[in-house]
């Protein structure tokens, strides 16, 4: 944890102590009620006897434990462990990507590219969801997975996200689509998953892997990393263009190329929309100009919902 400073500062985690992340439609639980399973039935496994608690349901008393010992003991369940989150990283190349920034304050932080500031996300929303005591877990993906760490719960995963955190680089190309079927089929149970990623990928593969999860009734919020530049294209004159995924660089006049250039980066923008309406994603745009204790605020204030 000796490089915990460089992704979540005093400041940041102050602003997190007073937030708090909940999954908006019902999901496998927490112990605490935030997210109590609906599930019931002979698939729920008994997990332990705990004390009885003032607020627990009655009925949930073990009273042949009471007759024993006099004390009134709860039935746990699998069921009713905390909220799983799974926090997915794009470590592609073009996450690599920082536009130009006008001069900066003292107040502001160092520029940073797309993929700093998506690991500062990843690692504020893994000590959030720790904090509330909940289990989370991480994949680092470029065309496939290359970590996963499971979720768990516990001050040690905190260390364990960090690390892996510390030691990805951006470079090369990526498959979201991919990585989210693959991660569907290591998840062992219903959760929250947390895509980050800019999403520059065909929209048939993201489709598949969204769909994908939403089959095996994870919740999914798609948290789309974006440079200002990237929305805008501010360049002029003659310029080189260098990609970030394999491709040659090339020098090109920026007038002629801004026009095509926008028009596929809102053709993507509109059709990852379409999908994730239509999937019932929620999709969450970030600019690496907003202040990310602002952008978590807006993700910890989303009304609630229920899944039918």
């Known amino acids: 944890m000796a490089h915990v400073g460089r992704f979540l500062e005093p400041a940041l985690v102050e602003r997190l102590n007073q937030l708090q992340l909940t999954a908006r439609s019902v999901v496998q639980g927490n112990t605490a009620g935030l997210h109590r399973s609906q599930l019931k039935g002979a698939s729920v496994e008994f997990r ?13 008393l073990d009273w042949r434990v009471l007759g024993r010992t006099d004390r009134p003991y709860v039935r746990e369940y699998d069921e009713e462990t905390n909220l799983r989150g799974l926090i997915m990283l794009d470590r592609s190349g073009s996450m690599a990507f920082q536009g130009a920034r006008g001069p900066s304050t003292s107040s ?9 500031y998506a690991s500062r996300l990843a690692a504020a929303l893994s000590y959030l969801m ?12 470029g065309e496939k997975i290359d970590t996963f760490l499971p979720p768990h719960s516990g001050s040690g ?57 939403m089959h095996d009734r994870h919740e999914v919020i ?6 200002r530049a990237e929305i805008d294209f501010p360049f002029k004159g003659w310029a080189r263009f260098r990609g970030l995924e394999g491709e040659r660089s090339q020098i090109c006049e920026a007038a002629l190329v801004k026009r095509t250039y926008l028009a596929n980066f809102r053709k993507n923008e509109a059709e990852l929309r379409a999908v994730c309406g239509a999937l019932r994603i929620e999709l969450i745009t970030l600019r690496t100009d907003r202040a990310l204790d602002d952008a978590i605020a807006s993700l910890a204030r989303r009304p609630r919902k229920h899944r039918t």
Do not use: C, W
């Not at 332990?48 to 949930?60: K, L």
């Not at 502001?108 to 700093?116: L, M, P, Q």
């Open 108 to 116: 502001e932080r160092t520029r940073e590219n797309k993929f700093e």
């Open 222 to 227: 798609a948290a789309r990393v974006i440079d």
């Open 130 to 141: 720790l904090a509330q005591t909940e289990s989370v877990g991480l994949a680092i993906f």
């Open 48 to 60: 332990q006897h705990r004390s009885y608690v003032p607020g627990d349901d009655p009925r949930r």
């Open 157 to 213: 995963q905190l260390s364990r996200v960090i690390d892996l955190l510390e030691r990805a680089v951006p470079r090369g190309r990526s498959d979201p689509g991919r990585a989210m079927q693959d991660s569907a089929d290591r998840l062992e149970r219903r959760g929250l998953v947390i895509v980050i990623s800019d999403f520059f990928a065909p929209i048939e593969s993201l489709k598949r892997g969204f769909a994908r999860l």
